[in-house]
């Protein structure tokens, strides 16, 4: 082998001996059905995102409409009148004045925080947030504090302190956390950026389309739809598509559209997504009876798990279910065996969650069964 690649294979030896070695599986999703197929296996599937059945459904039910390229950027030639309509869909969900849509949910956050927050300017991030957000907070020249998981009185404590050393100041949260699938104390979070004159920026990734009666996202479920000014989405979660986009006003998209580098230099999403995102949108709205299951479903699993296993207490049951086992070899353990009860679960192991907190993130969708789930609550309380 090549020598100067030595440390690379050493660093993966390390990994290895960790139990923290990630490799690209190819699995076969069925269209329609919450299924995949791993070495020839069928496994009901619990590690997608697809929380409403959107993209299992799109393969087989949805005509292409556009084609599969945009072309270039949006600010080029890549900006295509669905793009357009899908934009004033999704500010007019979110109830903001404008919308601009990203090539992902990642470069949503990454070319937001990084554009907005400048050199002089505080940016306070929760240590739970999206490694999109992480990465936004340290491509930025503002100055960043990492703030303790929803410890709203270190934030409080942070702003007393530190506020008036700086021009402005910026809070950041995921809304729903993909981790553990809690929600951020977006309501003192709301007041605590009123108090000390400060921006709060939430992202929605895992609560659009899921939580809030019009389904746009936890901030309408928690009431502070009007209180956060800036959210940020993607299309590629419940929507079941993919792409990403920020809400909030119109001055602040029509900023990021002339500053956000991840929007600029990157080839606009291609119509034919836009379009199935579009129509996605379109039939989440339509159809709150998807949502409804998805908490019904989610709610069946935690009663018949409640004896074994105890959960983090949550006021509404949400899609994200979370089994923390430990070390990182028993929850790939823990995995396996749920493999072979053909129950795809994924152990998710560090650095993606703390040390020692590896865990089963169980992903629950609106067109799992009764049955499929039934199953795997009995699965689950095998392992106990
Ligand atoms: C998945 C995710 C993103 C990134 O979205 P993509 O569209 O997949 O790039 C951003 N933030 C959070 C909290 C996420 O879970």
Partial sequence: MDARFDWIAKQLKQL???GATRQLMPRQSQPGRMVIQSDGIDLVNFGSNDYLGMAAEQSTQRPEHGSMGSG?????????????????????????????????????????????????????????????IIDGCRLSKAQR?????????????????????FARVFIVTD????????FAPLETLCDLADRYDSILIADEAHGTGVFGDSGS?????????????????????????????VVGPQVVTDYL??????????????????????ANVIQIQE?????????????????????????????TPG?????????????????????????????????????GTARLRVSLSSSHSDEEIDRLAEALCGLR
């Fill in 72 to 132: 270039a950027s949006a600010l080029v030639t890549g900006f295509s009148p669905v793009a357009l309509q899908l934009q004033q869909r999704l500010a007019e969900w979110e109830a903001t004045d404008s919308c601009v849509l990203f090539p992902t949910g990642f470069a949503a956050n990454l070319g937001t925080i990084s554009a907005l927050a400048e050199a002089g300017d505080l940016i306070l991030s929760d240590a739970a947030n999206h490694a999109s």
């Fill in 257 to 278: 559209v002339n500053r956000s580098r991840s929007m600029i230099f990157s080839t606009a999403l291609p119509p034919a997504l836009v379009s199935a995102a579009l």
């Fill in 16 to 18: 290895d001996g960790e």
């Fill in 175 to 182: 809304s729903v956390f993909s981790m553990d699938g809690d």
């Fill in 319 to 355: 899609q994200i279910v979370p089994f923390v086992v430990g070390s990182n070899e028993e929850a790939v353990r823990a995995s396996q065996r749920l493999a072979d009860a053909g129950l795809f679960v994924p152990a998710i192991r560090p650095p993606t969650v703390p040390k």
């Fill in 287 to 315: 159809e709150p009876q998807r949502r409804a299951q998805l908490f019904e479903l989610s709610q069946r699993l935690r009663d018949r798990v409640a004896s074994k296993w105890r959960l983090p207490p949550m006021s």
């Fill in 145 to 165: 504090f990492v703030y303790p998981h929803n410890d709203t009185s270190a934030v409080a404590a942070l702003l007393e302190t530190h506020r008036r050393r």
């Fill in 217 to 245: 996202g936890l901030c309408e479920h928690l009431g502070v739809k009007h209180r956060v000014p800036i959210r940020i989405g993607t299309l590629s979660k419940a929507i079941g598509a993919m792409g990403g986009f």
